[in-house]
């Protein structure tokens, strides 16, 4: 019988140390999508990634040209000749693979660049939003199936442009 009624005591504090803690929710998507800086970001990230392509695929372009010259006079060449052409081509597609995957490497580290400090912001507003908010816990409202809590989306874009507007303002 104690223990029965320890086991509902303990459930009955746990339910009302729940109750207390108070969530609110955030949709992250919205966020960054309104912020200036975001589509700056975006826009060289692009930039960035669109001249990369263009590159590879000039090498490739000129290794397939070269299989072409190489395949119109493969009957005419020496053995010798024939292995100095192949080795050539060889050396022209290890220098492609190489190229592309420092290219991978390349994007991963420019998007990390860019996104650092917009991530920063964005929980930046949140603790803040959440703090003026008395929240014990935010939560991403995209990765939510139910989001009953308080909605702070639009003070945490209001909090999120204002400090856009200030590193922006500062790196000027």
Excluded: W
Aim: aromatic share 4%.
């Amino acid at each position: 019988m104690r223990r029965l009624l320890l086991i509902v005591c303990l459930v009955v504090g746990a339910g009302s140390a729940m109750a207390q803690s108070s969530i609110g929710h955030v949709n992250s998507q919205a966020l960054l999508d309104t912020l200036p800086s975001r589509k700056a970001a975006l826009k060289d990230f692009q930039e960035f990634e669109y001249a990369g392509m263009l590159e590879l695929q000039e090498m490739e372009t000129d290794l397939n040209n070269a299989i072409q010259v190489y395949q119109g006079k493969e009957n005419t060449l020496s053995p010798v000749m024939m292995k100095i052409e192949q080795e050539k081509l060889q050396k022209k597609q290890a220098a492609l693979v190489a190229r592309d995957e420092s290219f991978q490497q390349e994007l991963q580290a420019y998007s990390q660049e860019l996104n650092g400090p917009i991530l920063a912001m964005v929980q930046e507003a949140v603790q803040s939003v959440a703090d003026k908010n008395k929240l014990d816990y935010v939560l991403d409202a995209t990765t939510v199936l139910v989001a009953n809590g308080k909605d702070i989306t639009d003070e945490v874009i209001t909090e999120l442009l204002k400090l856009d507007a200030a590193s922006s303002a500062s790196s000027n």
